[in-house]
């Protein structure tokens, strides 16, 4: 009805709150993916995964802008070889590579 769209103009878009989104690469790494989620949230960031593995990198990062995420983090293959993660300023496009076993402590002096 014309009301109910009305009233959906008024509802505000929501947001993400998040201080990282993890992306995913592809089906295969979901699991680092999540792995990575679970480890940054327990060492107290508050993080967002992009689940939908479907969708290229650049709307992963697109969302990241939209929703004011000011860091992404890449797990790729080569990231998964090395033990590693890409972490990306969304201010500043500046890319760090971290240790998976350093990145809490990391994260937590950027924010």
Not at 59 to 65: E, H, M, T
């Amino acid at each position: 009805t014309l009301e109910a769209a009305e009233t959906l103009k008024k509802i505000p878009e929501m947001t993400s709150n998040a201080d990282i989104l993890i992306t995913v690469f592809s089906p295969e790494l979901l699991p680092e993916s999540l792995k990575l989620t679970k480890t940054l949230r327990a060492g107290g960031a508050k993080v967002d995964i992009s689940i939908d593995y479907e969708k290229k990198m650049d709307k992963q990062l697109k969302y990241a802008n939209k929703n004011n995420i000011p860091y992404v983090a890449f797990i790729g293959p080569e990231e998964v070889k090395n033990g590693t993660i890409k972490l990306k300023s969304m201010a500043t496009g500046q890319q760090t590579s971290f240790k998976l076993e350093e990145t809490p402590e990391e994260l937590k002096k950027k924010n």
